[in-house]
Every structure is written in C-alpha cells, then in structure tokens.
C-alpha cells in the first residue's frame, strides 16, 4: 500500500523554499509512492515543473492534488484555506511555528489532521539528518555576512598595495550557534577580523577554532549557562548589564555586527540598544538575524534596512535562508525525507505513526481530531516508571 504524498507550492508571501527536490522526490517514487508536485512550487527554488517530472512526480493544480493526498509535505504552517483542501486523517509535515499560535493548533486538530513540527525535532544523534533547524541556521549565517557585505561599502580582507593598506572589516558575531559559527566561517573567509561572543561556555572553543577572538564575561553563571538540549538559556538581568557593558565596548570598535540569539518559544533577547548603535562609526552595518521573533537589536524591523542618524544600516530580513533558497530547499527536502521515512513502514509503505517513538512525540502536534502535544495543548505526558532512561545522544551544535 502506497502513500500518495503532495508537494504544496508555499502560499505565505516571502516564502520561496519547497518542501521537495527532485533528488528527494525520485526516492519517494522508487520507494512506490505516488507523488504530485503544486505547478510552479519550485520556480523560486531554481526548481522548473520539469525537473520534477522527470524525477516521476505528476503536476498538478492545489486543488487537484491537495485533496486526494495522505501525506502534504511544506515548508511552512498551512494556512486556514489551505487546510480546508485536506482530507481528513492525512498527514502535513513543516515548520510550524507552534509557539502563539494557538487557533492554528486547534484548526489543524478540527480538520483531523496529524500535523508534525519539523522544528521539534530533537537534538539527538538519529535526528541529526532531521535537524531543519541547523540546516537552515547553517545557510542563514552564511547568508547574513554576504548581506552585510553587501551593504558594507568597503572592501572585507586587508590589503597591502603600492598605493596603500586597506584595513581589515571589523566583525562581531553575537551567538555561537549554528548560525552564528558559520557567519563567523564565512566573514573569516572574505578575509575579516572576527570577534564572537556567547552565553555558552562550549562555544568559546568553538569560536577560537575558526580563528576568531571570543568575548564575554566568564563568571561562574557564564560557566553554567548551558541547557540540556543544547541550547542558550536566559541568564540573569546581573550578568546581562555585565555583558551589555563588555559588548558596548566592543561594538563601538566594529564595522560590522550579526545577531543570532534565539530562544526557543520566546521573544529574542536585545542584545544591542539605541545606545550602542549610537557609537559606532557611520557607514557601520548590523544584520539581525533573530528579527522575525521581535529582534536583537534595537528598532531593527522586520524585511527592512533602517538607517540610523549616524549612518549605520540595521538590516533585518526575516527569512534569510530564503535569500538562497535554491540551496535551502534542497536541504530542506533532505530533512523532510528522512523524517518521512521513519514514518512509513518499510515493507507495505502504508502509514506507520508510532506514538511510543520520541521523534514523533517531539514533533506531533495534532492527531486523530485531537491535540497531542503537551506544550501546545495536549495532555501531560504520563510519569516514566522509575529506572526508565532517555534514549538517543545529544548532537553537537
């Protein structure tokens, strides 16, 4: 028994990616399913309906494929229109976006469908190829530095010539993390100084590994400031006005700043004030990359370059890793297939969702007309017997 799995063309302006590559949809066609491509999804992509077809996909319109489908792969959460497309009981796999997001849980939850958030994904070992987080973070860094680049009207590595020296640019990248670690690559590459800071104590080898200088307050909180799952975690309004006043130093002194502070589910932490920016020097350039969730620096907005009165650009795109989508999609079809695959049972092809396995009780949003998750509405998880471990590793990143 077969699936027959739709592709969507994304809806939401701005949203360039697919949610397939034609690499990914020729092994969903060997495996025996059926697959159906939105005409036009992956234009945007550098993806033309043919490259699709020739990989075995059939094109069809929204409204044709949407309704037969068992299975709808996106990149973003479906919309209220969307949904009413969808048969009852199949199953939409994206980046959902769960957090506030409260009557769009409960609409996929009424319309049957099992939804599952592929930004769930936990950070361990078996997940790793699942992890869209890191793929796009990965790309969205170094997106940020070719943006900053852009805007930066002088020239990134230092160069010695007959007429004179051309200095270095100055870059500080605000957050070690995925993001943040290959802009920190990435400026190292165009040939800028780079300085790098983090709340993480495991970044500060990290960052120096990749040729940057790391800056920080390293107190006994900087040294516990860490979360299981590997993430940043909030720190303390003492040790932020240390770190403010350390970083304010600093920023004066750069030519370019990139923000990747995100904590998951909440607002984005202000790393950079009105007051900070008022140091540095004209023609300076801040991307923030954190500006879809409120921003780390201060009057950034969203899909907007505001220029300060002393001439320094705070870009703020929202959905960086949609500036190179051609490259985004394609990892992002690679995380959704091998999630997918875990899905299906391997013998019959037939749908095969095991509740009990933590990848789907990570991800699974909406089941069965019901909500399921226990951050989003669903019941609380039932205690673990006593001597039950946690299965899998923590992946790097």
Partial sequence: MSLTIFIAK????????????????????KAGHAV?????????????DTEFEAAGATMVTAAAGAGKADMVLK?????????????????????MDPYDADKAIAEMAKAGLSAFAMELMPRITRAQSMDVLSSQANLAGYQAVIEAAHAYDRAMPMMMTAAGTVPAARVFVMGAGVAGLQAIATARRLGAAVTATDVRPAAKEQVA???AKFVAVEDEEFKAAETAGGYAKEMSREYQAKQAELVAE????????????????????RLVSKAMLDTMKPGSVLVDLAVERGG??????????VTTKNDVKVIGIANMPGQVA????????KNVLAFLETLVDKETGALAIDREDELVAAT???????????????????????GDTEKGDKADG
Wanted: no cysteine; glycine share 10%.
């Fill in 326 to 333: 051609a490259s985004a999609s394609l990892l992002y079809a």
């Fill in 250 to 269: 600093h920023i004066a002194k750069q030519d370019i700043v990139i923000t990747t502070a995100l904590i998951p589910g909440r607002p984005a932490p």
């Fill in 75 to 95: 990149v973003r959460r479906p919309t209220s229109a969307e949904l009413k497309k969808y048969k009852s009981g199949a199953v939409v796999i994206a980046v």
């Fill in 10 to 29: 994304e809806s939401q302006g701005g949203e360039p990616r697919v949610a397939a590559s034609p690499d990914t949809v020729k092994r969903l066609v």
């Fill in 36 to 48: 159906t491509v939105e005409k036009g999804a992956g234009v945007a992509s550098r993806i033309p």
């Fill in 209 to 211: 590994s990749l040729g």
């Fill in 296 to 305: 780390n620096v201060e009057g950034a907005k969203a899909d907007q370059t």
């Fill in 364 to 386: 699974l949003l909406t089941h069965g007309g019901e909500r399921v998750h226990p951050r989003f509405g669903g019941p609380a998880p039932e205690p673990k017997p006593e």
